[in-house]
């Protein structure tokens, strides 16, 4: 067994909603039955007993070894505590070739579970040993490593919980909520309200004070020091128990407390000197540790703090007992899990020592033995939730604090004897001020009742009943999806929004491009979500891309399938027919927001049927108002669009709206029809979005196919009394829609330019010249630049195929480079002909016609 191609879904695709890893899998004969291999399951098992029950797959009674690829990558990945649940093995048109796909929480887990899994089968088929246990070990290291710490992936799961869409926008803690114009962004528990000035300030401890002695906030007095000597000097000059901690710092490192003695002191000034060039020395507040969370303007969550610690048993080394301590699956060396690990450094060293410990002695049973005198969890502290025992006045102070330092999000460290008590009636005092507070002390503190921090601070930044997100539509079909894109993003522009625009020339943000090229996948449709200005988004959404990568977006507001026709890249990727192609391009439907809509060409049975799978509205567009799907759908009160009298009209129960034709440059007074079909699509768009039949009207009033607002899509031009049609249709329905349209516009004589994309089935590109070849009377061929994978000549040879029985063609010439057969043919063009030129380089071969126009 061979993995011969691993892609990456990274959004809802073909297989389910859930991000994954496919990949095609080749089974030999035996491999393809495993009751030809009696021995492999059980050897499965031995190696790996965590492992499900495996079944047959596809309807076939025989279990292929992909299958156990697919449930080993998976059950890997769950053991170690990814939440993953989806996996499926789908057998191809090809004998013993697989499509496997198996859900990942993280991509890289999701790649090394599979890569383990595979060698796990290779184990058990050749009698190999297999280390589960190291595997597994690989697996959970990578995965802490790589996914949201506690603190991020509390405010993701609070966001997610509300309907706002997220997206990581590196490996660490910065996270974007939302999309467009209505986007926010965290790193960590900072947002982008976060004041860099204010980040600042509370980084200064010294500073710190200062700015909260003046707001009437009680804090310890102490200076900044210089050197050693000067510390033990200011110590003197406080004149009791001192703390000495880094002027710049954050996590508790470098901070030592409760110290009294010379030797203390200096040593623990070279400590914090360590972390930060200035050293403070300040009075030490007797009492409990305690760290209060402000979000906005109220206290959310309040937690005691103890310090690092251990109980002698009389029998373990200190050292031995914080490797027992540190054994504790909630503890680790990261933020990732509840707890730290206990650290055994230099100040836990020193703090020992004051007490007659060091790590190598054997305290009493019973004896408590601290390791720091702080009590920071991320140097091994634990916390215990106090929140509905802070005394009012004790949370007026931490929200003024808050508010002095400019901090949104705040992490405020107080000392005092009693939580219950005003500070200022127990020489409390509040020592230190966090940005980027850590969070999992609040979220699954030690002991105490849990709270959602994650939820106040979403609650903060989005108001109540904000999803963050945009309007999207989403355009899939074999034709027509780009003039649709187009004509859509105009009729919503005409609301005054700024409308973010994928298709196959490029992005566009409002009317100007920002990339070129076919921007008809997902990393440029993430780009348009991730565009600031953005207020709504239209995006062609393509099948190469959904296929490789899934949709960029976890729902759209809108859905539009304008058609299903043969050409369209089948034979690729197995995609064979019509119907394996309908269920792609359903995909956007399947992910319709409940309150969205699909707008399905009901004279399409195969878009039609997608219907059933949209969890939203479903609005139906078809020309002939007395299709089957079209009437009972209106019939039901329900939305629709259809053509009456040279009107296009929107019907929903007994409100029925029309828009002339006439005022509808697009369809050239409905002589069109593949138009009028675009038109509707784009309508029922613009509807399902609310927009009011004049503002729909006053768009398509304004829109025209020109080669500037549509390049390629049917741009008509005049040429010395001929008439010149420049298209980029592929595809035999494309071309029959074509031939349709020229046939309602008069000519003297038909010319006809066209070649065929390399990766299109031999039967497709015959049919296209075959249907050519019954309405033209000379065909021009010529040759792509790109023959994706033919060789030369050989598209060539069966377009030639496709006109052995041309009803109408008279002459045939075959002209190198398609710019020559574009001059060729206006040679020949004479007052009263027609050519359609169908253009492969869509923006290359309109500078040139346009060059060829403005020449005398």
């Given at each position: 067994m061979d993995v011969s191609r691993i892609r990456v879904l990274r959004g809802p695709n073909l297989w389910s909603r859930h991000c994954a890893i496919e990949a095609i899998v080749h089974c030999s004969a035996s491999e393809s039955d495993l009751t030809r291999l009696p021995e492999f399951e059980t050897a499965l098992r031995a190696r790996f007993p965590e492992l499900g029950a495996l079944q047959p797959i596809g309807g076939n009674p025989h279990i292929p070894m992909a299958h156990a690829l697919e449930l080993a990558a998976l059950t890997l990945q769950a053991h170690v505590g990814c939440p993953v649940t989806f996996s499926q093995t789908t057998p191809?048109?090809?004998?013993?070739?697989?499509?496997?796909?198996?859900?990942?929480s993280e991509e890289a887990v999701g790649r090394l579970a599979l890569n383990h899994a595979l060698a796990l089968c290779h184990a058990a088929a050749d009698n190999l040993p297999f280390e589960a246990a190291r595997a597994e070990a690989e697996l959970r290291l990578l995965d802490e490593e790589l996914r949201l710490g506690p603190s991020t992936g509390a405010i993701v799961a609070a966001a997610v919980q509300r309907g706002i869409p997220y997206r990581r926008l590196t490996d660490g803690s910065m996270v974007q909520f939302g999309w467009g114009a209505r986007q926010r962004r965290i790193l960590a528990a900072e947002t982008d309200d976060t004041s860099a000035v204010a980040e600042a300030i509370a980084q200064d401890k010294d500073l710190t004070k200062h700015l909260l002695h003046a707001a009437g906030v009680p804090v310890p007095n102490g200076r900044p020091v210089t050197d050693a000597e000067d510390a033990w000097t200011a110590a003197c000059e406080i004149g009791c128990a001192v703390a000495v901690k880094p002027q710049f710092g954050n996590q508790g490192k470098g901070v030592a407390v409760n110290l009294d003695s010379r030797e203390q002191i200096l040593a623990a000034y070279h400590a914090a000197a360590r972390v930060s060039a200035s050293v403070i020395v300040e009075r030490y507040i007797t009492g409990h540790d305690f760290r209060l969370l402000v979000v906005g303007d109220a206290l959310v969550a309040a937690a005691r703090r103890d310090p690092p610690h251990v109980f002698g048993d009389g029998t373990h080394t200190i050292g031995a007992l914080v490797e027992k301590i540190n054994s504790d699956s909630r503890r680790s060396d990261g933020h990732a899990t509840s707890l730290s690990k206990i650290c055994l450094d230099d100040v836990a060293a020193a703090t020992l020592a004051k007490q007659g410990y060091d790590v190598d002695s054997i305290p009493a049973i019973g004896a408590l033995v601290l390791l720091r005198n702080n009590a920071n969890l991320s140097t091994g502290g634990s916390a215990t939730d106090v929140t509905d025992d802070v005394h009012p006045e004790v949370a007026a102070r931490a929200v003024d604090a808050a508010k002095m330092i400019g901090l949104n999000i705040c992490g405020v460290d107080v000392l005092c004897d009693s939580i219950h008590q005003a500070l200022e009636k127990q020489g409390g005092g509040i020592v230190e001020v966090n940005a980027a507070p850590g969070l999992r002390m609040h979220l699954t503190p030690s002991f105490g009742k849990?709270?959602?921090?994650?939820?106040?601070?979403v609650e903060m930044m989005f108001a109540n009943g904000d999803n963050a997100r945009i309007p999207v539509v989403a355009v899939a079909g074999t034709n027509g999806k780009t003039?649709?894109?187009?004509?859509?993003?105009?009729?919503?522009?005409?609301?005054?929004?700024?409308?973010?625009?994928?298709?196959s020339d490029g992005v566009y943000i409002d009317d100007r491009r920002i990339d070129s090229g076919d921007c008809s996948g997902p990393k440029s449709a993430r780009n348009v979500l991730s565009h600031p200005a953005v207020e709504a988004a239209v995006l062609e959404t393509a099948r190469g891309g959904l296929l490789r990568e899934g949709l960029a977006f976890d729902r759209c507001s809108v859905a539009i399938v304008t058609n299903i026709g043969v050409g369209d890249h089948l034979g690729l990727n197995y995609i064979n027919t019509t119907e394996d192609l309908a269920v792609v391009k359903r995909v956007i439907v399947e992910n319709v927001a409940v309150n969205g809509f699909a707008v399905l060409n009901a004279a399409d049975p195969p878009v039609a049927k997608m219907a059933s799978s949209c969890p939203g509205g479903v609005i139906f567009f078809a020309r002939d108002k007395h299709n089957s799907v079209i009437a009972t759908h209106y019939a039901r009160g329900l939305r629709a669009v259809y053509c009456e009298d040279r009107n296009i009209v929107m019907r929903e129960g007994k409100s029925v709206q029309r828009i002339a034709m006439a005022d509808i440059p697009l369809t050239h007074n409905g002589t069109i029809?593949?138009?009028?079909?675009?038109?509707?699509?784009?309508?029922?768009?613009?509807?399902?979005l609310g927009l009011d039949r004049q503002t729909i009207r006053n768009g398509l009033s304004t829109f025209f196919n020109t080669s500037d607002s549509a390049p390629g899509r049917f741009n008509i031009f005049s040429y010395r009394g001929a008439t010149l049609i420049a298209d980029y249709g592929h595809n035999p329905d494309a071309i029959a829609a074509l031939i349709a349209a020229v046939d309602d516009m008069p000519a003297r004589r038909r010319f006809v330019v066209i070649s065929g994309a390399g990766d299109r089935r031999d039967e497709d590109l015959r049919r296209q010249t075959e249907l050519l070849g019954g309405a033209f009377d000379n065909v021009i061929l010529y040759q792509d630049q790109c023959q994706r994978g033919r060789a030369d000549g050989e598209v060539l040879a069966l377009l030639r195929e496709g006109l052995s029985n041309a009803t109408r063609t008279r002459e045939i010439h075959e002209i190198n480079g398609e710019f020559n057969a574009i001059d060729f043919a206006l040679s020949a063009l004479q007052p009263g002909d027609l050519s359609l030129i169908l253009i492969d380089q869509v923006e290359e071969a309109l500078a040139h016609i346009a060059q060829r126009l403005a020449q005398p």
């Open positions: 191809t048109q090809e004998d013993g070739t697989y499509q496997v796909v198996v859900e990942y849990p709270r959602d921090v994650g939820k106040a601070i003039t649709t894109v187009r004509l859509t993003a105009h009729l919503l522009r005409q609301k005054g929004w700024c409308v973010g625009m994928t298709n029809a593949f138009q009028i079909d675009n038109a509707m699509g784009a309508i029922g768009a613009a509807w399902a």
